[in-house]
């Protein structure tokens, strides 16, 4: 079906090229090129249906399977059915066939032989997970969430400028052995994107193979310091450094000097809001737009769909079956997963995949929350294994992340990295959360700052009021101050630098904290 698009798109190619040279406005040339990701959107239309249609085009696919043959799925088989048969999966249930796949086994998972895998070390701390990657989840998933992404901008902003320049994406590395080929998602993606969209991204897609992050980067920066960039995709975190190292190597402060017509910035990983501050200075208080995606290495799920961000449109068409289990059952290990049209708004829900790429009934580990139903729109507030919950707090991602940008607005500082672990007992016996905190502006008064944070948490989550109430069960937050790149050198010898790799906001491993307080050494304050 996606064929068809292809001689259309080769004529708007050259017309777009024709329109960039001899026309100034805007208008036409986003009108047009809308015009063939227009095919995409209309996919993205009846959203109920457009899971039926996908549920049996990956049921035909999985009854072709060994995976699928071991519990005898037939092609028609109902939702019911499966949903009694395959069971609830996590990476480790399914990573003895992944492996036998990476091997040269065929049929395992999915239809044929799988070369490409995603190596996402995600927010764990301590294995690298590999996410296979088929043609069609390339093509039907990747491809087309980034190109409905594209329109829905288009669409909220129709005297855009985007296409007059360069769009920089920082992406992470490849490395091939024999066939396979394993790496950043994002590396994946920019090596076998079509034409048209090479021709406007930077840097150049043969830097995937450079596996020295730091060499790499400095490549990154030196080529966007010299071009017109309009837009920049990628993790929140890496892409500051690469705005910062722009601005030392062009020796300015503000980053309009070197793009002045810089509009758009396309994000997704972790949630943006710490870091406004920081983008906030380097844009001189002026922010560009920000949209916000869901484009993890399992899947491309869903992207913003209006200026103002209300939360981010699901993308039910494209090769992905969804399933959601309520937070409090999974965390009471009762896996009740029901489809889409059962979603209510505003609970917590761990979202289950059945993909293109061979990931059945696959908990992905996100825990999200419905802001709108029709159309169906979700916000990421959390991971199934980042939460606190010493005595019943259940503390998600969502409010630390809430609580300590209200903080430092309060208090005026701003921070680069923070994570948090449970701690404790203390001299009296009760056990606290204990965050250790890079600043990239310190408060004045440290102790002021950790009181305000504690209170920001005690007014977003009330389970955590109640348990702070007198100091009784829970003791007051301890923070360990923590000098620069002390997150960036804990990255550096985990070999995690750039890509999608990111900070886990909340650290279950200890092995973490360790390697952490290790590298910070003697040099800390705890506050």
Request: net charge neutral.
């Amino acid at each position: 079906y996606y064929d068809v698009f292809s001689f259309y798109l080769k004529f708007i190619i050259l017309l777009i090229k024709f329109l960039f040279k001899h026309m100034n406005s805007f208008t036409l040339i986003n009108k047009i090129f809308k015009s063939y990701l227009q095919n995409y959107f209309n996919l993205n239309n009846g959203e109920a249906g457009n899971q039926q249609l996908v549920f049996h085009r990956l049921m035909n696919l999985l009854s072709e399977t060994k995976y699928g043959k071991q519990f005898k799925i037939k092609p028609n088989i109902s939702y019911e059915e499966f949903k009694n048969i395959i069971p609830i999966n996590t990476y480790d249930d399914l990573k003895e066939q992944i492996y036998a796949m990476m091997n040269g086994e065929v049929d395992v998972l999915i239809p044929g032989k799988v070369v490409n895998y995603a190596k996402s070390s995600g927010t764990t701390s301590d294995f690298s997970k590999f996410i296979p990657i088929t043609d069609a989840m390339i093509k039907e998933n990747h491809f087309a969430g980034g190109s409905m992404m594209i329109y829905y901008y288009l669409n909220a902003n129709p005297d855009s400028r985007m296409l007059k320049g360069k769009h920089l994406v920082i992406f992470g590395s490849l490395t091939k052995e024999n066939e396979v080929i394993k790496g950043d998602l994002s590396a994946h993606i920019s090596l076998n994107l079509p034409y048209f969209a090479k021709i406007k991204r930077i840097p150049p897609p043969d830097l995937v193979w450079d596996s020295e992050w730091e060499t790499k980067f400095r490549s990154i920066s030196l080529i966007s310091a010299n071009k017109n960039v309009t837009a920049m995709y990628g993790v929140p975190s890496w892409c500051l450094k690469s705005i910062e190292k722009v601005l030392l190597l062009k020796n300015v402060n503000n980053i309009y000097d070197v793009w002045p017509d810089f509009e758009v910035y396309f994000h997704g990983g972790v949630n943006i809001d710490p870091y406004l501050p920081l983008y906030k200075k380097i844009f001189n208080e002026k922010l560009p737009i920000l949209w916000e995606t869901y484009n993890a290495s399992e899947g491309f799920f869903a992207t913003q769909d209006t200026l103002v961000n209300n939360g981010m449109r699901l993308l039910t068409s494209i090769g992905v079956f969804y399933e959601f289990i309520d937070f409090q059952d999974f965390i009471s290990d009762k896996m009740n997963a029901i489809t889409l049209d059962e979603v209510e708004l505003n609970k917590n829900y761990v979202i289950v995949i059945s993909a293109l790429n061979g990931l059945w009934r696959y908990i992905v580990g996100d825990v999200v929350q419905f802001t709108t139903l029709n159309p169906y729109r979700l916000k990421i507030v959390g991971r199934t294994s980042q939460y606190i919950n010493i005595a019943g707090e259940e503390v998600m991602i969502d409010n630390i992340e809430r609580a300590i940008m209200q903080a430092c607005k309060i208090e005026h500082c701003s921070v680069n990295e923070y994570t948090v672990f449970a701690d404790g007992p203390d001299e009296n016996n009760r056990f606290f959360h204990h965050w250790i905190i890079e600043f990239n502006e310190a408060p004045n008064d440290f102790i002021s700052f950790r009181n305000t944070l504690d209170e920001q948490l005690q007014s977003i989550n009330s389970d955590y009021n109640a348990k702070r109430y007198n100091d009784l069960i829970l003791a007051p937050i301890r923070i360990t101050v923590a000098p620069n790149h002390t997150f960036y050198n804990w990255l550096k010898s985990k070999d995690r630098l750039g890509g999608q790799n990111k900070i886990p906001r909340v650290a279950k491993n200890y092995a973490m904290i360790t390697e952490l307080l290790n590298i910070i050494g003697d040099n800390y304050k705890l506050i």
